[in-house]
């Protein structure tokens, strides 16, 4: 069984920095890429950032290109995500998720996406 766990939201000011972790457990797990999506209250859910896990190839949803940063760590089977430059509409609760190992995805698609966590809340005070 794999399980995705975040880590690291919090309170912090407008203008701060964040880093968030998911680590991944499971005997089984393989992946081709790994992303975070966030959900704020009322909204739907938007696509934040992912990597290809083979590569490191990179992207980023418009809003936070050039204040947020993904990495991995293979070894570890953990994805990083930091945030710096932070906004108050920034406030979301954030979602680590994988792709399936085989799988053909899309970087945006949420339903490309086959696990997920449990999600971490970050909260951007002005």
């Known amino acids: 069984q794999v399980q995705l766990v975040e880590s690291g939201g919090g309170l912090v000011q407008a203008g701060g920095s964040l880093r968030l972790s998911c680590a991944v457990s499971?005997?089984?797990?393989?992946?081709?890429?790994m992303g975070w999506f966030r959900q704020a209250p009322g909204k739907e859910r938007e696509f934040v950032a992912s990597?290809?896990?083979?590569?490191?190839?990179?992207y980023y949803g418009t809003s936070v290109r050039g204040r947020f940063a993904i990495s991995k760590d293979n070894a570890k089977n953990t994805a990083t995500l930091q945030m710096s430059s932070l906004l108050p509409q920034d406030t979301a609760v954030y979602y680590c998720a994988a792709v399936k190992g085989g799988r053909s995805w899309f970087f945006s698609n949420a339903d490309h996406y086959d696990y997920w966590g449990q999600g971490t809340q970050v909260t951007v005070s002005s």
């Open positions: 499971g005997r089984s797990f393989s992946t081709n890429a």
């Open positions: 990597i290809t896990w083979s590569t490191g190839s990179t």
